[in-house]
């Protein structure tokens, strides 16, 4: 049952895991509101690198930030969703004073839809500036 229930994604719009984990796991079969089945995706960290390449993106922290973050939304459009779906954001910078500067793209993604969110000073793997992960609710 767990594993009809527990999905991979999987997608080459995002970068290859570096470790022993998955880009994202869906939870299905859900029972949500008003007895509709939905998902939740639980997306992991994602990382400045261009999926591509494989290779870090040039630049500072609005580059990787948006890399970051258009790696969030190829693995949640990989599992059926849409950036929309995002309930819960968590960011990881190197510099917490380039809030404001992570904030200008992160408005970029989310215009409208404003999905609670946490920003932590702490140092990303690898030297990176920014690491993003994510938990989207995907109803079908």
Do not use: W
Request: aromatic share 8%; hydrophobic share 40%.
């Amino acid at each position: 049952m767990r594993d009809e229930m527990l999905e991979k994604v999987q997608t080459d719009k995002a970068p290859k895991p570096v470790g022993p984990y998955s880009q994202g796991i869906v939870a299905r079969k859900i029972l949500c509101s008003e007895g509709k089945e939905c998902s939740i995706l639980f997306i992991s960290g994602m990382i400045p690198v261009d999926p591509e390449t494989g290779k870090p993106v040039e630049g500072g922290v609005e580059e990787q930030a948006r890399r970051c973050l258009l790696n969030i939304k190829a693995v949640v459009e990989a599992a059926g969703g849409r950036l929309e779906d995002i309930a819960k954001v968590t960011v990881f910078l190197s510099d917490i004073s380039n809030f404001d500067s992570f904030n200008k793209v992160y408005s970029e993604f989310f215009k409208d839809h404003k999905p609670a969110r946490s920003v932590i000073g702490a140092k990303p793997p690898r030297g990176y500036e920014v690491e993003v992960e994510a938990i989207a609710v995907i109803y079908k």
